[in-house]
């Protein structure tokens, strides 16, 4: 078990958790409209390049370019770094990061002047540490979608280890070309905005994010990440379970003995593909948890790859703390065959615990039990 | 005692199964029609291999020999075991086949493609050809670095009901393989240490 001392978003609806919670609370969405490389109309949700090298200037003063992906990285490090009071450069501190593709539109410039190795995830995560003076050669997940759930279950190894005191878990994922012609490709994109678990659902939204969680190994009151666990579907590398295998074997090993009463909410991987969500209705309902609440962020957000576990961890973590069960935004017409208890408004809760789950390619899935101790 | 019970190194020269030099004469000069050979040689029957990119095709052949050198029984769903690698390129090779896809001159991007834009997908065409319900990860570090890779290998063990581990490094980028992939299980009797050195050997 380890305790989450501080945390930051930087998207589309801000660049402070405070900006994105209350735009949540409020029911808004980052996700609108734009186009992809061939000029077809999707709908994105973008993080402000220009707000944020301004923000990012500002905050940092440095003479070195960075690209705007490890711009939005090293900001929301630095943001909740400072919320922790943590000694960042200090070698009991480590550094995870979690992304999918990190630079990967260098591959698209005709020439840039970030050298060759700018675009590797290892650069990426070394520079993030080498930024804050840390001399710990950071851990650098990628693990496609489920990626910001492993990078948390790598924080509950190295604190639990003693290795370390704090550790600092980034999820990091933009959406340039390269990603929106994939995901286009697949035919998996919503050109409106995504409706989770709803019976219109035609697919996901693309997001762009950075999220960080700072979590300490000194017991404290508060949110602590409990338990976590991977498990892969072994069924299909893009096109997830019909019987949810992964998914369900994740929540039984997170849950282990703790009663399916004791979950005030699932924040759920709910990307609004057909499949995905029918997928994790069926795994939710296998693990006992078919009445409980379930909620997705993606159409305040869009799917952020990478930076999803570790964003939607945060959002759920305050709704947790608050005692509230958000709503499943953009849910209208139940479309999920079988049981499943999708939330429909904010509601209060009395219990402890939650759930977040994610699933992705590869046939991987994640499931992160939290609780929020007195 | 955890130990290594199984593995197989593949390089652009060489393929090494529990120490024994496999006796194939790569005719190929390009790393993919190299592992045509290598699948050739075991005559594996697995048509989804010509679908995969190049780093799956050399983590699932490095994964098809050790636990054939195992007895595996692929048909039987198993939670016990996890897939663990680590590369430095990620999908970096993949990658760039991709984004020669998206050329705003020649663009005609391929889902086919696009899915092996992720390192992990390695770890998903084990999992489905051998059934395997434990965790799958994927690392990436800077270099080849044994120390690290024992640490988050044995990270994998920390989850509950899992005895053994297919692990190792599995990196391939413009046309040059670099691939050890070791079974690891815990208590059993026979194999070598799991330790820093052993992997370092091997490697």
Same mark, same amino acid.
């Given at each position: 078990?380890?305790?989450?001392?501080?945390?930051?978003?930087?998207?589309?609806?801000?660049?402070?958790?405070?900006?994105?919670?209350?735009?949540?609370?409020?029911?808004?969405?980052?996700?609108?409209?734009?186009?992809?490389?061939?000029?077809?109309? *999707?709908?994105?949700?973008?993080?402000?390049?220009?707000?944020?090298?301004?923000?990012?200037?500002?905050?940092?003063?440095?003479?070195?370019?960075?690209?705007?992906?490890?711009?939005?990285?090293?900001?929301?490090?630095?943001?909740?770094?400072?919320?922790?009071?943590?000694?960042?450069?200090?070698?009991?501190?480590?550094?995870?990061?979690?992304?999918?593709?990190?630079? *990967?539109?260098?591959?698209?410039?005709?020439?840039?002047?970030?050298?060759?190795?700018?675009?590797?995830?290892?650069?990426?995560?070394?520079?993030?540490?080498?930024?804050?003076?840390?001399?710990?050669?950071?851990?650098?997940?990628?693990?496609?979608?489920?990626?910001?759930?492993?990078?948390?279950?790598?924080?509950?190894?190295?604190?639990?280890?003693?290795?370390?005191?704090?550790?600092?878990?980034?999820g990091m994922d933009l959406a340039p070309d390269f990603i929106v012609s994939g995901f286009q490709s697949f035919k998996s994109l919503d050109q409106e905005r995504c409706r989770p678990f709803d019976a219109r659902r035609k697919g996901l939204n693309l997001g762009e994010a950075a999220a960080t969680i700072v979590y300490g190994k000194e017991k404290k009151p508060g949110i602590s990440l409990v338990k976590g666990s991977i498990r892969n579907d072994a069924n299909h590398i893009s096109g997830p379970s019909r019987t949810g295998e992964g998914l369900f074997r994740a929540l039984q090993t997170a849950m282990e003995d703790l009663p399916a009463c004791e979950?005030?909410?699932?924040?759920?991987?709910?990307?609004?593909?057909?499949?995905?969500?029918?997928?994790?209705?069926?795994?939710?309902?296998?693990?006992?948890?078919?009445?409980?609440?379930?909620?997705?962020?993606?159409?305040?957000?869009?799917?952020?790859?990478?930076?999803?576990?570790?964003?939607?961890?945060?959002?759920?973590?305050?709704?947790?703390?608050?005692?509230?069960?958000?709503?499943?935004?953009?849910?209208?017409?139940?479309?999920?065959?079988?049981? *499943?208890?999708?939330?429909?408004?904010?509601?209060?809760?009395?219990?402890?615990?939650?759930?977040?789950?994610?699933?992705?390619?590869?046939?991987?899935?994640?499931?992160?039990?939290?609780?929020?101790?007195? | 005692?955890?130990?290594?019970?199984?593995?197989?190194?593949?390089?652009?020269?060489?393929?090494?199964?529990? +120490?024994?030099?496999?006796?194939?004469?790569?005719?190929?000069?390009?790393?993919?029609?190299?592992?045509?050979?290598?699948?050739?040689?075991?005559?594996?029957?697995?048509?989804?291999?010509?679908?995969?990119?190049?780093?799956?095709?050399?983590?699932?052949?490095?994964?098809?020999?050790?636990?054939?050198?195992?007895?595996?029984?692929?048909?039987?769903?198993?939670?016990?075991?996890?897939?663990?690698?680590?590369?430095?390129?990620?999908?970096?090779?993949?990658?760039?086949?991709?984004?020669?896809?998206?050329?705003?001159?020649?663009?005609?991007?391929?889902?086919?493609?696009?899915?092996?834009?992720?390192?992990?997908?390695?770890?998903?065409?084990?999992?489905?050809?051998?059934?395997?319900?434990?965790?799958?990860?994927?690392?990436?570090?800077?270099?080849?670095?044994?120390?690290?890779?024992?640490?988050?290998?044995?990270?994998?063990?920390?989850?509950?009901?899992?005895?053994?581990?297919?692990?190792?490094?599995?990196?391939?980028?413009?046309?040059?393989?670099?691939?050890?992939?070791?079974?690891?299980?815990?208590?059993?009797?026979? +194999?070598?240490?799991?330790?820093?050195?052993?992997?370092?050997?091997?490697?």
């Amino acid at each position: 078990m380890i305790f989450k001392l501080s945390d930051n978003i930087v998207s589309s609806l801000g660049f402070t958790t405070a900006a994105n919670y209350k735009a949540v609370l409020e029911g808004k969405s980052g996700i609108t409209p734009g186009k992809d490389a061939a000029g077809n109309p *999707i709908s994105i949700s973008r993080i402000d390049a220009g707000k944020l090298d301004a923000t990012f200037q500002d905050t940092f003063h440095v003479k070195e370019a960075y690209t705007l992906a490890e711009q939005a990285m090293l900001l929301s490090a630095h943001i909740a770094i400072q919320e922790a009071g943590i000694n960042a450069s200090s070698d009991r501190t480590c550094f995870v990061l979690s992304s999918t593709k990190g630079n *990967i539109h260098l591959l698209g410039l005709p020439s840039h002047d970030f050298g060759k190795d700018r675009v590797h995830l290892w650069h990426t995560a070394k520079l993030l540490a080498g930024f804050f003076g840390n001399p710990n050669f950071p851990v650098t997940v990628s693990n496609a979608c489920i990626s910001g759930a492993c990078a948390q279950i790598a924080a509950i190894h190295l604190l639990e280890q003693g290795n370390y005191d704090h550790v600092v878990v980034t999820g990091m994922d933009l959406a340039p070309d390269f990603i929106v012609s994939g995901f286009q490709s697949f035919k998996s994109l919503d050109q409106e905005r995504c409706r989770p678990f709803d019976a219109r659902r035609k697919g996901l939204n693309l997001g762009e994010a950075a999220a960080t969680i700072v979590y300490g190994k000194e017991k404290k009151p508060g949110i602590s990440l409990v338990k976590g666990s991977i498990r892969n579907d072994a069924n299909h590398i893009s096109g997830p379970s019909r019987t949810g295998e992964g998914l369900f074997r994740a929540l039984q090993t997170a849950m282990e003995d703790l009663p399916a009463c004791e979950i005030a909410f699932i924040s759920a991987h709910g990307t609004a593909t057909p499949y995905n969500d029918q997928m994790e209705a069926v795994a939710f309902s296998r693990a006992g948890l078919g009445s409980t609440p379930v909620f997705s962020l993606k159409a305040h957000f869009g799917h952020t790859l990478g930076a999803a576990g570790v964003l939607e961890s945060v959002i759920a973590l305050k709704a947790l703390e608050q005692g509230l069960v958000l709503p499943s935004t953009g849910f209208q017409e139940p479309g999920i065959e079988g049981e *499943i208890n999708v939330s429909k408004s904010l509601s209060k809760t009395d219990k402890r615990f939650c759930l977040k789950t994610l699933s992705g390619f590869g046939g991987c899935n994640a499931a992160l039990l939290f609780q929020n101790a007195l | 005692m955890k130990k290594i019970t199984s593995y197989c190194r593949i390089t652009d020269h060489q393929v090494i199964l529990n +120490g024994n030099k496999l006796n194939i004469a790569f005719s190929g000069d390009t790393g993919s029609s190299r592992l045509t050979e290598i699948y050739r040689y075991l005559d594996a029957g697995y048509a989804k291999f010509h679908k995969m990119d190049n780093l799956s095709k050399a983590g699932f052949l490095a994964s098809e020999m050790v636990l054939r050198s195992l007895d595996y029984d692929l048909e039987i769903p198993d939670g016990s075991t996890s897939v663990v690698f680590a590369n430095k390129s990620a999908s970096l090779d993949d990658d760039k086949r991709f984004q020669e896809t998206i050329n705003p001159n020649n663009y005609y991007p391929s889902p086919a493609v696009f899915v092996y834009t992720l390192p992990n997908i390695v770890t998903g065409e084990v999992a489905i050809r051998n059934k395997i319900l434990g965790e799958t990860s994927f690392f990436i570090l800077e270099d080849f670095d044994a120390k690290k890779m024992h640490i988050f290998i044995d990270w994998a063990f920390l989850s509950p009901g899992i005895s053994r581990v297919l692990c190792g490094w599995t990196e391939y980028l413009d046309g040059h393989c670099d691939v050890l992939v070791m079974m690891v299980e815990k208590d059993s009797p026979e +194999g070598m240490d799991f330790n820093t050195l052993n992997i370092n050997q091997l490697y």
